[in-house]
């Protein structure tokens, strides 16, 4: 079925995996960015306010390139209490007019502090052009999820640009994943047969199953838009969790009745994590041999942690892209949270 070119057209109606295969301009793109009227010496902390696909890019910069100072992601109505003037408060909503993140800023903007936008338009980009915010403007895509790089190129800009970043060779690494994303991406293109083709084989693997994908702490960003794109592409359900935490607790849940357990487990296991982390899979798969699936043993390729969480995040599309295929579906649309979203008026 996934050598069916003619039938991964009719049910990937919108081209996401065209969209996947050419992520890597948005690494590429170049924001115009205003300058800014504070420094890194103004600021204490960075807030980053944004829900689902929205907060991928921050997600990503957590593990790369990091910030010099204390940064958090803030996914609700509210934001944390120390925020205040010595604070950088990204706003981020791909559309522009995520009800949580409004809310946020209006409490960010009570509290004085630094405000920066990031949105492809809507409400926050009018919020932004009458209070003369700094902005970046989101080109557009079809789906926030498929603008995670845009986002994460937007933010890594902005924190560049403050002086807060933990790098000083960030263009540089960019450079560097973006070559690896390119090779990557033509390796798991719809035209590679699926003898050939890893995102294919891995897709096999997983339909009529549910999913539990595992990483370490510089891989989560990367398992979590795995689970993102699990759920909205291929409408088919799954969930994420990182080492070390896995072992202080849900390690347990895995050692009960049934043994055929109706799952899933996807490792990505990166060579970069702590010495520790690594030693932790292998002894965990060990230790629950029989107990659950053996999972499906992912190593992201490449020679630094940007490199290799882009390419496991490209991975996970294609994956998914090609689950939604085999479940009969469009990935695309996400209707039932649009409905959602009116539902609650």
């Known amino acids: 079925m996934l050598d069916d070119l003619k039938l991964i057209h009719e049910r990937d109606a919108q081209d996401a995996l065209g969209l996947a295969e050419k992520q890597w301009q948005q690494l590429e793109y170049k924001f115009d960015l205003p300058d800014l009227d504070f420094g890194a010496s103004d600021i204490d902390n960075v807030v980053f306010a944004g829900m689902g696909g929205s ?4 997600l990503l910069a957590q ?7 204390s940064f958090e992601i803030s996914r609700g109505y509210d934001i944390p209490r120390y925020v205040g003037p010595k604070s950088l408060f990204f706003a981020s909503s791909y559309s522009g007019n995520t009800e949580e993140t409004l809310e946020a800023l209006t409490k960010a903007e009570s509290k004085g502090a630094h405000i920066i936008v990031i949105a492809s338009g809507g409400k926050l980009a009018e919020i932004a052009a009458q209070k003369g915010y700094p902005i970046s403007i989101l080109p557009q895509a079809a789906q926030p ?3 995670t790089l845009y986002s994460f190129k937007a933010l890594v800009s902005w924190l560049e640009k403050a002086g807060l970043l933990d790098t000083s060779e960030a263009d540089k690494q960019i450079a560097g994943a973006i070559e690896s994303i390119k090779k990557a991406t033509a390796e798991w293109r719809p035209d590679v047969a699926t003898q050939d083709n890893y995102a294919k084989q891995i897709a096999l693997d ?3 199953k549910s999913v539990v ?8 960003p990367a398992a979590y838009k795995w689970k993102i794109s699990f759920n909205e592409n291929a409408k ?4 994420c969790n990182q080492l070390p935490e896995f072992n202080h607790n849900e390690i347990l849940g ?3 009745q049934p043994l055929d357990k109706p799952y899933v487990v996807i490792d990505l296991r990166s060579n970069l994590e702590h010495p520790r982390v690594v030693k932790r899979f292998e002894v965990t798969e060990r230790m629950l041999s029989g107990k659950r699936p053996a999972p499906i043993v992912i190593n992201p390729i490449g020679e630094t942690v940007l490199e290799q969480l882009i390419w496991a995040v490209a991975l996970g599309d294609f994956v998914s892209l090609y689950l939604a295929i085999l ?19």
């Open 327 to 345: 479940n009969g579906l469009n990935p695309t649309p996400v209707d039932l949270i649009e409905k959602f979203k009116k539902e609650l008026g």
């Open 206 to 208: 997983v339909v009529g």
């Open 213 to 220: 994908v595992y990483g370490g702490p510089l891989m989560f």
């Open 55 to 58: 907060a991928l890019g921050a």
């Open 236 to 239: 088919n359900i799954a969930w």
């Open 145 to 147: 999820r498929y603008a």
């Open 63 to 69: 593990t790369w390139p990091g910030c010099q100072i």
């Open 254 to 256: 895995w050692i009960c």
